[in-house]
């Protein structure tokens, strides 16, 4: 077992400058099937990050030759003097795992010298929180009980 009690490898997103090129470019090149999307999100976003004003567009999808999930986001808004290490710019990433005990896994990251970036944000697949682990790699904590299903 795990500190932070993560049981799934639920998805990997990274920023985006635009959907729509994306989408264009993975379906042909890869065969990329969209599997959730939430265009133009602003209140859960600006908990998630805790970055007042910002709005996205989010897109998830998965290729024929594995289950892993790839997520787009295209974020708008972004302020000047952001914390960069907030995956908001075109190319940065995160990792997002499954966890049944969210503030457990916010609290073992904290202990290994992480950080919270945002606010623990409902989501009506569940709560889920951006982290910076000690060297600023960002990290997904979303909560989900074991063997649940989850978006």
């Known amino acids: 077992m795990n500190a932070a009690g993560a049981w799934a490898w639920h998805h990997t997103g990274v920023a985006v400058s635009s959907i729509e090129e994306v ?3 993975y379906t042909g090149l890869l065969g990329f099937e969209v599997v959730f ?6 209140d859960l976003i ?3 990050t805790g970055v007042a004003g910002l709005r996205a567009d989010l897109v998830q999808c998965r290729a024929p030759h594995s289950e892993h999930v790839w997520e787009f986001i295209h974020f708008r808004n972004i302020p000047g003097g952001v914390d960069d290490r907030l995956p908001l710019q075109p190319g940065r990433a995160h990792a997002a795992f499954l966890v049944p005990d969210i503030e457990r896994a916010v609290w073992e990251n904290q202990r290994a010298g992480g950080q919270m ?3 623990i944000t409902e989501f009506s697949e569940g709560r889920a929180v951006y982290c910076a682990d000690a060297s600023g790699t960002v990290i997904e904590w979303e909560e989900a009980a074991p063997g649940g299903s989850h978006g």
């Open 37 to 42: 999307e939430a265009p133009d999100m602003s």
């Open 46 to 48: 600006q908990s998630m």
């Open 23 to 25: 989408l264009a470019r």
């Open 117 to 119: 970036l945002g606010s």
